[in-house]
């Protein structure tokens, strides 16, 4: 259950971080299961484009459990794809994302619809993630531009 918040005017950092530290504790999915872009949001309310600083506390929280997902995959079931989709203009819209072989008939792996693979990723982003270790792709739409992020694998 969430705690009662403050209006988003005067929602300070500080409790900002408690918020994303009361989603990031929510207990993990069932990893053992099957997923169809099962996805987790942490700024519901999208209060990370209240300032540069709920920005960066929103990001410090996608990556860490976008790692930590990772990490709990990687013991649990060997065809698993974990990976995020950042908007760079809309917070709230950042999730986690798990995807695996599925009854539904969603395509695995996964394939976005990336405008451009990067090889560098853009200011905001750069201290956040590494390009050895990642793939990072944009698309924009009407104007607004989003990333997906994941492990790096092979593109043609």
Not at 106 to 129: H, K, N
Not at 132 to 154: A, I, N, P, T
């Amino acid at each position: 259950m969430r705690t009662p918040r403050t209006p988003r005017s005067r929602l300070s950092a500080w409790a900002f971080r408690d918020v994303l530290i009361q989603e990031m504790s929510k207990k993990s999915p069932d990893f053992s299961s099957w997923f169809d872009l099962w996805h987790r949001h942490l700024d519901w309310e999208g209060d990370g484009d209240l300032t540069r600083q709920h920005r960066n506390l929103a990001l410090w929280a996608l990556f860490k459990t976008l790692h930590r997902f990772e990490q709990e995959t990687r013991s649990v079931r060997e065809r698993c794809q974990v990976f995020a989709c950042i908007h760079e203009q809309e917070p709230g819209s950042d999730a986690i994302y798990v995807h695996t072989p599925n009854p539904n008939g969603t395509p695995f792996p996964y394939e976005p619809q990336v405008d451009t693979w990067l090889a560098r990723a853009p200011s905001w982003l750069a201290g956040r993630i590494s390009l050895e270790r990642y793939d990072l792709g944009m698309s924009e739409h009407e104007g607004k531009k989003s990333y997906f992020v994941q492990r790096k694998r092979s593109h043609d």
